[in-house]
């Protein structure tokens, strides 16, 4: 008897686990839908100001892949070279918008 309830309440916890990872899988995939088609650019940095993630609309913004400036930080854009600087100064004052 133990073990035919110890069985059921597996299962049921199983079937918990199934249906959040589903709930979050697919809200993760509607976050990464708007992040990935929006017009505004969205970033993610670490702990030392790094980009971890930018997304698409980087381009648009700086003219450069996002890709080509993760593991970099703003500063080091903004200070590299002219391609930047239009793109990278709106990037800059909307990250000074955004820490105000």
């Known amino acids: 008897m133990a073990e035919q309830v110890l069985h059921e309440l597996n299962t049921n916890l199983e079937r918990k686990v199934e249906e959040r990872t589903a709930e979050l899988s697919a809200r993760e995939e509607k976050f990464r839908a708007l992040v990935e088609t929006t017009s505004d650019c969205i970033w993610e940095t670490d702990a030392e100001g790094r980009f971890r993630y930018l997304s698409p609309s980087f381009l648009d913004l700086t003219g450069d892949p996002p890709e080509e400036c993760l593991g970099r930080a703003l500063d ?25």
């Open 76 to 100: 080091e854009l903004i200070l590299e070279g002219e391609s930047y600087h239009t793109g990278a100064e709106q990037l800059a004052g909307l990250a000074k918008h955004h820490a105000s």
